[in-house]
């Protein structure tokens, strides 16, 4: 069972990442997915979903309009395009999926699989 994230790295603000996170060892066609990232010092905080069937999604208000969350069932991929990028952006990024119990979660602790971390620096 097994999540792998990637994709993190340095960029200028205004810019844009694409973090991907595949799947292994699970019927990733059952869990949500989540994103989640955590700044030095700060606690984890949720910044984007798609649920099961990968047609609904949802993101926390800090990234609305600037990020978009995509899975990509075949391939067992989620995906996070972080556009318009800005230094508070700047955290460790995790993706973690919940097995459906609780609609459209959002807590780190209604998440049972975590990826490791990739990291995303923003520059200004």
């Known amino acids: 069972v097994q999540l792998q994230a990637s994709g993190g790295g340095s960029v200028q603000a205004g810019g844009s990442l694409r973090l991907s996170c595949v799947a292994s060892?699970?019927?990733?066609?059952?869990?949500?997915i989540g994103w989640f990232r955590q700044a030095p010092g700060k606690e984890r905080e949720f910044v984007a979903g798609?649920?099961?069937?990968?047609?609904?999604?949802y993101y926390d208000d800090s990234v609305k309009g600037r990020f978009t969350v995509s899975k990509d069932r075949a391939s067992n991929t989620v995906t996070l395009q972080m556009d318009s990028l800005r230094p508070e952006d700047t955290a460790v990024y995790y993706c973690?999926?919940?097995?459906?119990?609780?609609?459209?979660?959002?807590?780190?602790?209604?998440?049972?699989?975590w990826g490791q971390g990739t990291l995303v620096t923003v520059s200004s």
């Open positions: 973690a999926a919940a097995d459906g119990r609780y609609n459209y979660p959002r807590l780190p602790v209604r998440f049972d699989i």
């Open positions: 060892g699970f019927n990733f066609e059952q869990y949500i």
């Open positions: 798609v649920n099961r069937a990968g047609g609904y999604s």
